[in-house]
């Protein structure tokens, strides 16, 4: 019998993944064990409040609930902080501790969320098995140091392991200081936005799509890594314009005014045939109609 | 003031590093605190006894000593046994609470012991940057697992680090089930040794050059991961085959009489040109006047 445990399910991206699960005995946790408010599929899930960061509360759950499948979205993630942030150092030990804990309880998939930021630069599509890992902050490396330890947890105990490299995910639940929600508030006021040149490309992917692709990817027999992309490269000025036209607020947008950020990848954009050739995953919704959708949401 | 602490000291590799250390305020750990044998630089080295498997312990250790440099040796690595060894799992955690510790602690320049385990397989050499790390045991991804780890706590903390993927050593000290000291063993018993083809192509590292270049790379300012390898492929055959003609006993080798291991890699060379770039390298042993050595000191 089935049971999934959701990790960070109130997350901007584990409130997509419960929504995309189906019929199923789901599981989530969150500091507060409180569902999100942008949850669509909360009546079946089975919330419980609990500090990942605490490894004998972790455990406790682990032997309580026993899940079967693992889809583990709990980070720190707190936009801008997030990427320097000491406290993913602590996140990657817990992590460890989870994993060890699932597989001594008979656990028998688990899926960790990874991040296009563990690739190093890349002139073309970045390529899971290809591609160096090569991040450059504290956040990238977590992340590839937790895939690496959960490979070498998965050979211990012999369960099925598989990592999602999550690309630029935007949508309903996205955080507000995050790119979109930021530049909606500033279309509200009606003042100038100073912006960089918006020339980097970057791979957008509407969050309901990582819910459905992440679901999607837990489910299978897969191993490995898989890249969660729409596989489109856009610049940010172009997902920039497009918000604004749909506001109405091209006017307000001064591109050039900021320089980029030191070190900023000029582009990050996923190869998805790993992906769709293994797990048959339907297309991605296309830029222009997940804008429209994150704004009848805001 | 410099102070360097090797961890794992009297191991195969720590051994050598500790010998190739010039003058300097070094200390070094083992899990009883003795110096080996085949340590050659002995004199000038401090012993603590510890097992850094205890957090505590290690915690008490780095705040007693307080090393600016820090060489880690210590992973388990019995033959055979250390490929798919859980326990190479819980080092990885103590590496993280050590390299955690000494940052607090003000510690500037962390060189960590890495592997060619951690590559996936290349047709051509392996390149610190560009060929990717998948490893294909417990071994290889706690390994791959601790260097990403190590460059988050490098960033949190500010200090350098820097880690050496370590080929195939050979030389003095080398455990007696590995492949050198097996095959004197069964010389020295007269009877025909059964081997498999032997045609798997390997870089073959002389264990005081391993010392060598790790002192040096601890010693120098770069991050980064740099191969140690001798960047000759030599097949395990023409090893093993020097070797018996070493010995007079090339008539024992029964050649193609075992099957290969699963999933063994057919060439596993280092790339050395980063190391010898930046770290300015003199030339490594050959094969066979390291052979000579080794059978001097057997």
């Known amino acids: 019998m089935m049971r999934i445990l959701v990790t960070g399910g109130s997350g901007f991206i584990g409130r997509h993944c419960l929504a995309a699960m189906g019929d199923a005995d789901i599981h ?5 064990g409180a569902p999100s408010r942008a949850d669509g599929g909360a009546s079946t899930v089975t919330w419980h409040a609990v500090d990942l960061l605490d490894p004998a ?10 899940p079967t499948h693992l889809l583990h979205a ?40 990874g991040t296009s930021a563990e690739y190093g630069p ?19 490396h977590a992340k590839a140091a937790m895939w ?55 791979d957008f992917i509407f969050a309901p799509d990582v819910g459905r692709q992440l679901a999607r990817l837990l ?9 969660i992309g729409s596989g489109v490269g856009v610049s940010i000025r172009e997902v920039v314009e497009t918000l604004a036209h749909l506001n109405r607020a091209q ?17 990050i954009v996923a190869s998805t045939g790993k992906f769709r050739e293994l797990v ?19």
């Open 219 to 227: 489910l299978s027999e897969r191993d490995g890594a898989y890249n």
């Open 148 to 202: 690496q330890a959960l490979q070498a947890a998965a050979r211990i105990h012999g369960f099925s392991a598989s990592w999602g490299r999550v690309f630029l995910p935007y949508g309903p639940g996205d955080p507000l200081q995050r790119l979109i929600p930021s530049l909606l508030a500033a279309f509200r006021k009606g003042e100038p936005i100073a912006l960089s040149d918006g020339l980097q490309v970057r």
């Open 280 to 298: 048959d995953a339907t297309p991605c919704t296309t830029l222009d109609a997940g804008l429209r959708m994150t704004l009848r949401s805001d």
């Open 122 to 140: 890349s002139d073309g599509d970045c390529h899971e098995d290809e591609t160096p890992v090569l991040p450059a902050s504290v956040y990238g």
């Open 251 to 267: 006017d307000l947008l001064q591109f050039g005014q900021l320089p980029r950020r030191p070190g900023e990848a000029q582009r």
């Open 57 to 66: 509360a972790t455990a406790a759950l682990i032997e309580r609930i026993r």
């Open 28 to 32: 989530a946790t969150s500091r507060t």
């Open 74 to 113: 709990a980070w720190e993630a707190t936009p801008v902080l997030y990427a320097q942030s000491p406290e993913n150092q602590r996140w990657l030990e817990s992590g460890l501790a989870l994993a060890d804990c699932f597989g001594r309880m008979g656990g028998q998939r688990f899926l960790g969320l």
